[in-house]
């Protein structure tokens, strides 16, 4: 505890309040004295500082949500614990945290994850403590009884990549600290009183949603119901990062036919990784989101009606279908400093099937297995053009290869390969919003517009 005090009369926060809180228009600027947490190094167990900054509303309402903003978890790591990084030759570190708020009222408490806090990279002293500041965006809570609502910190998992002087990354590259609060630690971080009528209690408990799997966020029923209205083909397909869902579509040019056919929009389930310092020693960090389409059961997007004019005077029409025949992979780098420039890659493979055709209004019968597998690589900046959690906009070329399969009597190959098959195709895909599965935050995702 000696360190707590230390870094406490350092920071300027004196006595035995547990916060310091100043009011301003409509909110709480709420600033903690340091708590003590207790965290398991390579070298054995070592106690580090942790303050939390945050402003949270005054006060709430009954079915709307609780939104803290500008939150930041300041983490002081001993001089002593950080002789495990330098031991690998680490001098500067970045990091995550990943913060766990239970958030609780009238006996009902639920644990909602307060992650994709980001920390800048920071030199590793000579001498004494380490600073860290992650911030970022979290989650609001909704509750559907009156009645005060408490936030208090819980765990903490911190992910520092490290690396030497000269800008490699070290070995190991990433260290994950998981941290809890010293026995009999007060880490109440706000109560914000909630005002309407109330309802039954709330429920609680494991989730029944086989979407999910998870405890469900907090506030009962209301909360409920906004679960019931995401979409039916939203479920977690992974266990590494963080469930997602959200919708894309978008166009494709078909360059011989001088034409676009669109891709409607379809829900696509992502499992988005935590990000890591990246292995090639540029300093950035990278992070992959894994990507499945569902439509009724199927990886694919929904079927969708296209018309054509083929050499400029024979109407054709046809139905076009896309399916994954691998997971979607987004690779994202950014900075690790503000305003965390960086790109992004997206890669499909997807299999075009077309069937349904007509030529000048008389049917063609091109069969059940007219297709042929395209490779698609799409690009955008980040975090501005483009991001997981917020969509955007993925656009880029690509090749058609030559159909097989096609015609049920005869062979309309190098009917569909002449026509269709090429290079310089362009792609422009639009994505929404990502809903979180596992709290429910920015939930039902919205359906964007799809741009051209």
Known sequence: MALIGMVGMLSGVLGAASSAAEQQAGRTDVDTTWFAYNCEFPSGRHQIGVRIQASFPESGAVGQPIQPTDVTVRASIPEAALADLTGWGAATVTGTANLTAAVAQNGTSNDVSWSELNAPSTAIPESGELALAASGKVPPATVRDAGPVT???????????????????????????????????DTLLATVPVAGEETTPPTSGRSEDPR??????????????????????????GNEGTPM?????????????????????????????????????SGMWCQTAIGELNHDGKQQFPPEDNSFLPFGFMPTTATMELRQSAP???????????????????NAKMVARVYDATVNGARL????????????????????????????????????????????????????????????????????????????????????????
């Open 245 to 281: 869902c959200t919708y894309i579509g978008g166009y494709t040019n078909v360059r011989k036919l001088e034409a676009a056919a669109r891709i409607p929009l379809g829900i696509l389930n992502i499992d988005n990784a935590n990000p890591e310092p990246c292995n090639d020693g």
């Open 212 to 237: 999910d799997g998870t405890n469900p966020p907090f506030g009962g029923a209301e909360t409920r119901a906004a679960e019931d209205d995401i979409p039916e083909e939203c479920h977690r397909i």
């Open 151 to 185: 936030f208090t910190a819980g765990k903490l998992a911190l992910q520092l990549g490290m690396r030497q002087a000269d800008g490699k990354v070290t070995d190991p590259a990433l260290l994950s600290l998981d941290c809890l609060p010293e026995a009999g630690e």
């Open 365 to 452: 019968d091109v069969g059940n297995h007219c297709e042929t597998t395209i490779d698609i690589t799409l690009t955008a900046d980040y975090p501005e053009g483009y991001n997981v959690q917020d969509g955007g906009i993925l656009d880029g070329t690509t090749t058609i290869p030559p159909f097989s399969g096609c015609g049920a009597k005869e062979d309309l190959d190098p009917l569909l390969t002449g026509l269709i098959s090429g290079a310089g195709n362009y792609v422009k895909m639009t994505q929404g919003n990502a809903c979180w599965l596992g709290n429910g935050f920015r939930c039902p995702p919205e359906k964007p517009e799809l741009r051209r």
């Open 328 to 346: 979607m992979e987004i690779d994202i780098r950014f900075q690790a400093q503000p305003p965390f420039d960086g790109s992004v890659v997206g």
